[in-house]
């Protein structure tokens, strides 16, 4: 099946394309991510995707940054906890952006890197996939069988960047306050 895979960064995407591939899937891969904040920092991750769509030979489109527009869907939701609101609202503009350029691109199916990470929630990304796309969603929880653990593997052999948090402005927040708070433990 050839598969459209929205591509939340290269270091899930390396064994999620993996994975794919033995399943016998062909992957086209899609960046699109205007909640990566700040541009620098989209940069190094769309870089990191780059080098992994390289290495393993597999075609990478990237969809536009609008981060601006991804500010203005959550502005609202600021203060939500991570995995909350915000994430769904988040989850949903890149995967329905994802949907639309499947038929651009000539895909049969779409699916998701983000449910690699053991901080997404699978349930929530699948069930807003099936909203979206409803049997053009390929259902996934690519954490599954040693996904995410496999991934950093992939990372630290290939000399990959690894992001310490989820890409947003207010993961970035909240992840400075984390480390001030384990400075100030010291």
């Not at 929880?141 to 040693?146: A, I, S």
């Amino acid at each position: 099946m050839k598969i459209l895979l929205h591509i939340c960064c290269g270091v899930c995407a390396a064994s999620v394309v993996e994975r794919l591939r033995q399943e016998g899937h062909e992957v086209i891969g899609f960046f699109f991510n205007p909640n990566i904040h700040p541009s620098q920092e989209y940069e190094r991750r769309l870089e990191v995707a780059r080098q992994v769509a390289k290495r393993l030979n597999f075609p990478l489109k990237l969809g536009p940054y609008w981060p601006k527009e991804w500010l203005r869907k959550t502005l609202s939701l600021r203060n939500e906890p991570e995995g909350g609101e915000r994430c769904r609202v988040c989850f949903r503009l890149r995967l329905l952006e994802t949907y639309r350029k499947l038929f651009e691109l000539g895909g049969e199916v779409f699916t998701t890197t983000l449910t690699v990470s053991p901080h997404k929630s699978a349930q929530v990304i699948n069930q807003i996939g099936r909203e979206i796309g409803g049997e053009r969603f390929l259902e996934r929880d690519f954490k599954k069988r040693d996904g995410f653990k496999r991934s950093i593997e992939l990372a630290k052999s290939w000399g990959l960047y690894r992001q310490d948090y989820c890409g947003c402005i207010y993961s970035l927040k909240e992840r400075r306050k984390r480390s001030e708070r384990r400075k100030e433990g010291m």
